[in-house]
């Protein structure tokens, strides 16, 4: 059933100012997501082994986030760096890829904070962890968390002398690990999200 004229430029009225109203609290999320965190120190070395990546970056995990930890619901993050080689006729090719997997746990029945990390392939049981971690706080688990020392990304072979490469870095939240219900919640909802980049170039004088 159709709305007489008068009710129906009401409810148009209404509808824009609840946009209006909703404007500010939208453009606030947006920028907590661009502020959530920065990679504070990027280092990458040639070697006769191969390129080593050491990194640190500061995070403020969002308090939804940190009640699903309390919880029970365990976190899993995403490290992931490439090497590429740019090229003008095309787009970048990438000459190795690495990925390092983490899940950040809390066990209420001890109150310890637990951090596993597995470098290469997942397994979902974590069977072939490469470090597994105890913590008393949050505080400590985070730090731990936000750091890696010396990861190679790639082999020496792989680089061909005198030639400059880029290699990128991120760091992110896997949602896909995340229970259902918190999926379909995450939806549209910018300030959950945990991603931070960051790049430089491996110029051709360090992998002779």
Same mark, same amino acid.
């Given at each position: 059933?159709?709305?007489?004229? @008068?009710?129906?430029?009401?409810? @148009?009225?209404?509808?824009?100012?609840?946009?209006? /109203?909703?404007?500010?609290?939208?453009?606030?999320?947006?920028?907590? /997501?661009? @502020?959530?965190?920065?990679?504070?120190?990027?280092?990458?070395e040639?070697?006769?082994?191969?390129?080593?990546?050491?990194?640190?970056? #500061?995070?403020?995990? =969002?308090?939804?986030?940190?009640?699903?930890?309390?919880?029970?619901? %365990?976190?899993?993050?995403? /490290?992931?760096?490439?090497?590429?080689?740019?090229?003008?006729?095309?787009?970048?090719?990438?000459?190795?890829?690495?990925?390092?997997?983490?899940?950040? #746990?809390y066990?209420?029945l001890?109150?310890?904070?637990?951090?596993?990390?597995?470098?290469?392939?997942?397994?979902?049981s974590?069977?072939?962890?490469?470090?597994?971690?105890?913590?008393?706080?949050?505080?400590?688990?985070?730090? %731990?968390?936000?750091?890696? /020392?010396?990861?190679?990304? %790639?082999?020496?072979?792989?680089?061909?002398?005198?030639v400059?490469?880029?290699?990128?870095?991120?760091?992110?939240?896997?949602?896909?690990?995340?229970?259902?219900?918190?999926?379909?919640?995450?939806?549209?909802?910018? #300030?959950?999200?945990?991603?931070?980049?960051?790049?430089?170039?491996? =110029?051709?004088?360090?992998?002779?």
């Open positions: 059933m159709s709305l007489p004229p @008068q009710a129906a430029q009401r409810r @148009q009225l209404l509808r824009g100012a609840v946009a209006v /109203a909703l404007a500010p609290a939208l453009a606030s999320e947006r920028v907590a /997501a661009q @502020q959530r965190g920065e990679v504070t120190e990027f280092v990458v040639g070697t006769e082994g191969g390129v080593l990546l050491s990194t640190t970056w #500061s995070m403020e995990l =969002p308090q939804l986030l940190e009640n699903a930890l309390y919880q029970g619901i %365990a976190l899993h993050f995403v /490290a992931e760096a490439k090497v590429e080689r740019p090229r003008w006729y095309w787009s970048d090719k990438t000459v190795a890829h690495a990925v390092r997997y983490l899940r950040l #746990s066990q209420p001890t109150r310890r904070w637990r951090l596993v990390q597995v470098t290469g392939e997942r397994d979902d974590l069977g072939n962890a490469s470090l597994g971690q105890t913590f008393d706080d949050l505080e400590e688990a985070l730090s %731990a968390l936000q750091r890696i /020392a010396r990861w190679k990304i %790639a082999d020496a072979h792989a680089l061909r002398a005198g400059d490469y880029q290699v990128s870095f991120q760091f992110r939240l896997d949602t896909s690990q995340m229970p259902r219900p918190l999926q379909f919640g995450a939806v549209g909802r910018s #300030s959950w999200g945990v991603a931070l980049t960051r790049s430089i170039e491996l =110029p051709a004088e360090a992998n002779r």
